[in-house]
């Protein structure tokens, strides 16, 4: 057998004479001679993507013009040419570096011109060559290359390696159905090892660089070892083709024998008059679909759809995708509703039932009912946005309202949402498609006049896959949301009839456009006095009920429900309240399980018992009057807090430094007030020259806690002018508002919440913003009544009832500052929401996760 014989097979007589004559032609061609130097003289013939290894025939395509002049020049010379493959297949003009330092000495037959105006030709490896020089650049490359001569001893480790690739050859040429045999019978007859490995990577084929590396090897052992690797990864691959054509070989076999079986079986049927069960599962689809009420043009749709699925095969792939859909538009509510119940004063006693306080949300709900009892014809539904921290009844109030319209409640967590298809769907092109998750809550609901609670709206992300509160502008438009369109059902949905709720704990995160559709309602965190109320109303008969403590059988009294909130709780909501008086049920009802005696009582002296030491120290009022000390009134979206602003002078080159973990607008307030002091010092009797020889040092006490806003203003500022004139400050006066260049007070926000926490804390006196009066309709009475308020337009009136008369010696109030440093404990984090300053970790273990977040709001 010659070496090209097992290549080149065809069943054709004439066409396999006419190869084998071409080959015979290349053995006609004479190696190269060597010089006196040991080298050969040669053109090049350029490899792009081809390796050609001695002793191997294959066919070789010529489309450059150079290469075909070599081949002739070889040709009338009766030469061999040098074959030298490109480090770069796809470099159209290489040059002398661009070609690796081993090549192939071969033999070039005829050249034949193909349809497609290339050439081909057989071509016959000789030998490795080593390229020594180019001596030729045009028209065509020549070199000199030196002949590799192979060692063709075989010991027992060559002998070895040869036996294990003729192993792995052969279990490849089994499993390869492209492989001839007599290509393993060719590698039998092979007995040099450096031939062997050419010729089996020749039959394999494997990559471009593997080739590159193997004509590369010039050892023959170590040659072999590489393709003995090669083809151990190649029978791996092979073995699992064979096992994945032979799995998919056997579905078809049995796809094929079920519906032969499913045919005889159709054919019996028929015969006994049964009918065809498929197509009997498909009338019953179509007379679903005729007897479902349906709207027009969906009913047209399900229809067409129930035809495509008659003309189907039971089993085509199709049917599951189809018929899905189908029971989707089935099961959608598209005209079934239920009817509102209109009675205002219905509405009115459930929310009271279930709600304490909450006079907002309450009042718009009940003005909607109204409106509606008056105008049933009404389409437009409001969507409601309820802003406010966590636990202050968001989503509980959303049941109750649908509770008091009697419309079915279905909520919808949009929390972490990331897919725009979540909102919308998938097409139903792609395996699995569902509808979005607006379309399966509606279908939960079974009625087109839900309440549609969707939660968490400010908690919507966005990726690569889209923005599903993008998305969610369509579901909340009353201009669009009648013809709502899902990308599975491509339909027109009526959302018009829902009324969407949405609720959030800031509106930061919420998009402009999506926020311009809602209608916000505040909720406030509860203050204390709403957080008794709710305790004895809900909280405690709840927590009573679910341990199974019987009502009577022990009270909590006001003085302890009043301790747990204050020194047990720090929350705008009442979760956590609701926890601590769990924790007290729990361990009167484990002395009651346990036949012990328990207190029938519970005041505030026995809390502690219960809960452990205190969890929370609330501050207090100043109690002296201090130089360089005022109070300020903080608003938390847990309540509100005062928070005393301390002012130290020291000698210095007029330097202003802020410490406690200032926000930007409240060290611009800062240095606006320190411009007001500067702007009045003749007034003040402060001589100018004094700012350029001291350093002005404002501290925030509760550094771990984020602070920002601008109502902190005036009380910087009064702060500031006790210092620098030595006139103290009234220890029981609290003030908030924001100051300009010019001295006004501007109007601040959170009222209520700063006006109970002054109270709380025990000022007597309270500085507001003149046009902050309004906003005292919102505090009790009781609060109103023993606070003196003081509303001021101008810094000049802050100070007349802030500051003392009497003056004192500036330089002792600064060294009684230094010697007695004011401590303070220091508190867990944080900051409003609405300035969007990041939380710090909690600094103590049982700060819960909503813990101090103190601010100064821009409006009210």
Known sequence: MKEHDWYFRDDDQEFGEALHRRTEELYTVPDAQVDEE?????????????????????????ARDTSIIAIEEAHLADQTVIALTQKDPEQDDPGIDDFNPIGVEIAVGRLLSMPDDSNSALIQGRRRVEIVEFTQLDPFMRVKARPIYEIKEVDKQVDATMRTALDLFQKCVELDRSLPEEAYLYALNIEEPGWLADMIVTAIAPVLSERVELLLTLNPLERLRKVVHILAQEADVLELEDQIHTRAQSEVDRSQREYFLREQLRAIQSELGEGDMWQREVMELRTKVEGTSLPEEVQSRALKEVDRLGQMPAMSPEVGIIRTYVEWILDLPWMQSTDDNLNVQHASEILERDHYGLPKAKERILEYIAVRSLNPKRLRQPILCFVGPPGTGKTSLGRSIAE?????????????????????GHRRTYIGALPGRVL????????????????????????????????????????????????????????????????ANYTGGIPSALLDRMEL??????????????????????QFEENGLEQGEVKILASATQRVIREYTYEAGVRNLE????????????????????????????????????????LEAERQNEIGVATAIAWTENGGEIMPVEVLLMEGKGNLQITGQIGNVMQESAQAALSYLKSRSKIFNIDPETYEQVDV?????????????????????????????????????????????????????????????????????????????????????????????????HMDQVLDFALLPQPVDVKTVKIQRKSTPRKRKDTPSPETQNKGVSDPPPTQPAIQAWSRRLCFPEKN
């Open 38 to 62: 040991g080298l050969i003289d040669c053109p090049v013939l350029p490899m792009r993507d081809m390796v050609v290894f001695p002793h191997m025939v294959s066919p070789l395509f010529v």
């Open 404 to 424: 008091a319209l009697g419309r079915k409640f279905v909520r919808l967590s949009l929390g972490g949402v990331r897919d725009e298809a979540e909102i919308r």
């Open 440 to 503: 399966q809550t509606m279908r939960r609901a079974e009625s087109i006049n839900p309440l549609f609670m969707l939660d968490e709206i400010d908690k919507l992300g966005m990726d690569f896959r889209g923005d599903p509160a993008a998305a969610l502008l369509e579901v909340l438009d009353p201009e669009q949301n009648f013809s709502f369109s899902d990308h599975y059902l491509e339909l027109p949905f009526d959302l018009s009839k829902v009324m969407f709720i949405t609720t």
């Open 521 to 542: 309602i505040e909720f406030p965190g509860y203050i204390e006095e709403e957080k008794m109320e709710i305790a004895n109303r809900f909280l405690i008969p709840r």
């Open 579 to 618: 926890r601590e008086i769990g924790r007290i049920c729990r361990k009167i009802a484990r002395l009651k399980a346990e036949g012990k005696r328990f207190p029938h009582k519970i005041n505030a002296q026995s809390i502690e018992r219960f809960l452990g030491p205190q969890q929370f120290f609330n």
């Open 697 to 793: 040092h404002i501290h925030i006490p509760e550094g771990a806690i984020p602070k920002d806003g601008p109502s902190a203003g005036i009380t910087i500022g009064t702060a500031l002018v006790s210092a620098f004139t030595g006139r103290e400050v009234h220890k029981e006066v609290g003030m908030t508002g924001e100051i300009t260049l010019r001295g006004r007070v501007l109007p601040v926000g959170g009222i209520r919440e700063k006006v109970l926490a002054a109270h709380r804390s025990g000022l007597k006196t309270v500085i507001l913003p003149l046009k902050n009066i309004k906003d005292l309709v919102e505090v009790p009475k009781r609060a109103r009544n023993q606070l003196q308020i003081i509303p001021v337009e």
